[in-house]
Nanobody, 115 residues
Framework: QAPLVESGGGLVQPGGSLRLSCQAS????????MGWYRQAPGKQRNLVAV???????TYADSIKGRFTITRDNAKNTVYLQMNSLRPEDTAVYYC?????????WGQGTQVTVSS
């Protein structure tokens, strides 16, 4: 079983919303810092949002006020609520889990914002 599995991507019109989910099969999940990254075609992978084991969140400037990262430790899941989506948000979104020297990536989920 893959350690991280993303879901929830798709095609959405500008101004629309999507919620990404990342189901983790790593333990103990509650200790991991969880993050969402994205990579647009021809560009490097960049941080979108991170949530620590204590619930502290950090966001990229480009998505502040539009995206929200949350985690449910009982479900081993991290979410990314994306509102007011723009064409420039189009990318493959990756889930990341980090704790000490353990670091995992999901396979990615495509988000396309287009009319």
């Amino acid at each position: 079983q893959a350690p991280l599995v993303e879901s929830g991507g798709g095609l959405v019109q500008p101004g629309g919303s999507l919620r990404l989910s990342c189901q983790a099969s790593i333990n103990p999940f509650r200790l991991y810092k969880m993050g969402w990254y994205r990579q647009a075609p021809g560009k490097q992978r960049n941080l979108v949002a991170v949530i620590t084991s204590g619930g502290t969140t950090t966001y990229a400037d480009s998505i502040k006020g539009r995206f929200t990262i949350t985690r449910d430790n009982a479900k081993n899941t991290v979410y990314l609520q994306m509102n007011s989506l723009r064409p420039e948000d189009t990318a493959v979104y990756y889930c990341n889990a980090a704790y000490l020297y353990w670091n995992y990536w999901g396979q990615g989920t495509q988000v396309t914002v287009s009319s």
